[in-house]
């Protein structure tokens, strides 16, 4: 059976960006709840934060999304090699449509991991917004990775500014870390009564 070390291995030596450890350590503390139930995880890579997730809270299902299909084909062999494939729902495809038709399901999520294409992040949010209840916490990373980016990705760089500046006001609150490459927790605010 594989460990977590070689999986963390494989994706440093594979140059597969995973989530970074003290950035992993604060979302398994959101995770590891009794009430959460249903995680939302964009951008499945090789399913090691998946693993990590699904190892920390025992009740939770995965609805995790990945657009390479190779990408897609590995995580489903970790999470079978670590017997988590019957908790996992693995979809192919483009997240902006894939979150869509979420949305016309009508399903809600207790936890969202927002680790997909940084770039998307801001059109992504909207729909995001109406996957969560009151309860849920959206947790996205590497929303400072823009910061060490060369010029020619400076798209990327004020696309993560202006998702900082849209969780920042209603209908979200919000708590931003400089940890690893910086990750926010985001989660809707009651309803304001004018």
Not at 13 to 27: A, D
Not at 128 to 155: C, P, Q, W, Y
């Amino acid at each position: 059976m594989e460990t977590i070390k070689k999986l963390k291995e494989y994706a440093k030596i594979n140059h597969v960006p995973v989530v970074r450890n003290n950035t992993l350590v604060h979302l398994l503390k959101l995770v590891d709840n009794p009430l959460v139930f249903n995680i939302l995880e964009i951008g499945t890579a090789i399913g090691y934060s998946g693993i990590c997730m699904l190892n920390a809270n025992k009740n939770a299902i995965l609805t995790t999304i990945e657009i390479n299909p190779e990408m897609a084909n590995i995580a489903k062999q970790n999470f079978a090699d670590f017997n988590l494939l019957n908790r996992v729902e693995l979809i192919l495809g483009d997240a902006k449509t894939v979150l869509e038709n979420l949305v016309k399901k009508n399903q809600k999520f207790d936890i969202i991991f927002l680790d997909g294409p940084k770039g998307q992040y801001v059109k992504y949010l909207k729909i995001i917004e109406e996957l969560m209840t009151k309860r849920s916490v959206l947790f996205a990373d590497n929303i400072f990775i823009g910061e060490g980016l060369t010029n020619k990705h400076n798209t990327i760089k004020h696309r993560l500014a202006e998702f900082i500046e849209i969780i920042n006001k209603p209908p979200f609150i919000s708590e931003v870390f400089t940890v690893d490459e910086g990750y926010a927790i985001i989660k809707l605010a009651e309803e304001i009564n004018n």
